[in-house]
């Protein structure tokens, strides 16, 4: 009874998904008006609202112009519907207690985010940062056998999700200038502070590469002005710190790896939703232009806001992120960093490692097997990675215990 009333409740959550996702990039009410038919606006029928089986019944068409409907709408209401029941099994509430509700809310915004990624290349930040909140606050309700992390180990584990991909797109975006300098300049908090705290971490650990951070932001607000070490130096002397960590100059290897991940991850949030905030308190729209509609159906996304886009650095919007908003090349799109913040606060450091890697190999799979079926089409990494977080939230544990038992340890 359980998992059927969690499937029901996931088929709704799912067609209101739907809603979401095809409303956030035209800057419509998610609420009013009703649910229409977005060619001819004709107000749909209760009957026209069941998840997956109106679909079906109308043999995907519009019951009155007779236009087509995408198969992006069940397939987001099937699949809500499997995650609510997955983790209604395996977390269930008359043994675990509360531990499944902030889970299926974070997994229902993430799915949500997904679907927009997949047409606009988007990962909104209306999305994925309260997501965020919600993991890092449903770790205070997780029962103690449900091997979820604690709250400390949600938020490292947050902080070093962010970090590994803010590393990859720094160094990854430096490589793709060829080593010139970033344009990005945001006063008082940007991706310098990233920086900084990675160089920082290395050297003495992650308290160290916060503190750095933090005296950062404190100069430019003194002198209202962006003062700044260009990248190229900045992580020159990165790699020199993770080289010394070696040595019994600073601190050891492991501890120079972690601080700079962590302490880059922290200032990555922390900018992110600095200009989130500072967007939505100036009455900014969060949203660019909205996307053209894609073939096959409406498009559903959210384009990302320019005015923090040199925050998110992200490369996102109406065509694939090959570019950020000022015109330079981007290896990870921000969204991505944002993304994997949420999946290392469910996951905790370790398993949010294995998910990384199930994304990446998955993503590489499906690219590959769409170029040998002779398609184009740029695949954005977050549904990937999300597929690999949902893998490890349920294998991780096995996976990782396979993985020890062939080093032997």
Not at 149 to 164: D, H, I, N, R, V
Not at 250 to 269: F, Q
């Amino acid at each position: 009874m359980v998992a059927v009333f969690a499937g029901v409740l996931g088929a709704l959550v799912g067609s209101f998904g739907n809603v979401v996702a095809y409303r956030l990039p035209r800057g419509e009410s998610i609420v009013f008006p009703g649910s229409h038919c977005p060619h001819c606006g004709r107000r749909l029928g209760p009957f026209e609202l069941v998840p997956v089986l109106s679909f079906l019944a109308q043999r995907g068409r519009c019951r009155g112009c007779g236009a087509r409907i995408s198969w992006r709408y069940p397939l987001l209401e099937a699949a809500m519907a499997l995650v609510f029941v997955l983790l209604a099994l395996r977390f269930p509430p008359l043994e675990q207690g509360a531990t499944v509700l902030p889970l299926v809310a974070v997994w229902a915004a993430l799915l949500m985010a997904g679907t927009i990624d997949l047409t606009t290349f988007e990962l909104p930040d209306v999305l994925t940062l309260p997501a965020l909140a919600v993991a890092l606050a449903g770790s205070l309700m997780y029962a103690s056998s449900s091997g979820l992390p604690t709250p400390l180990a949600a938020l490292s584990g947050a902080a070093a999700g962010a970090g590994t991909l803010a590393l990859i797109n720094r160094v990854g975006a430096l490589v793709l200038r060829r080593f010139a300098d970033t344009r990005e300049r945001l006063w008082p908090v940007s991706l310098d502070q990233v920086n900084l705290a990675a160089v920082a971490g290395a050297l003495g650990g992650w308290r160290v590469g916060l503190a750095v951070g933090a005296a950062s932001v404190l100069l430019n607000l003194l002198t209202r002005r962006t003062l700044r070490l260009p990248e190229g130096p900045a992580y020159g002397l990165w790699a020199v710190a993770l080289v010394l960590s070696a040595t019994s100059f600073t601190v050891g290897s492991a501890d120079a790896l972690a601080g700079s991940v962590v302490a880059a991850g922290a200032w990555a949030l922390l900018g992110a939703v600095y200009w989130w905030v500072h967007d939505l308190t100036r009455g900014e729209s969060p949203q660019g232009a909205p996307a053209t509609a894609p073939a096959g159906g409406p498009p559903h996304g959210e384009t990302r806001p320019a005015s923090a886009a040199a925050v998110d650095a992200a490369g996102r919007g109406t065509a694939p992120p090959q570019d950020d908003a000022d015109g330079e090349p981007v290896a990870m799109g921000f969204g991505d960093v944002k993304l994997a913040a949420v999946l290392g606060a469910l996951l905790g450091w370790q398993l949010m490692l294995v998910g990384l890697f199930l994304a990446v190999s998955i993503g590489a799979l499906a690219g590959i097997a769409v170029r040998l079926a002779g398609g184009d089409r740029i695949i954005p990494f977050g549904p990937a990675l999300l597929l690999g977080g949902l893998l490890a939230l349920f294998f991780g544990h096995g996976i990782v215990a396979w993985y020890l038992s062939l080093l032997g340890v």
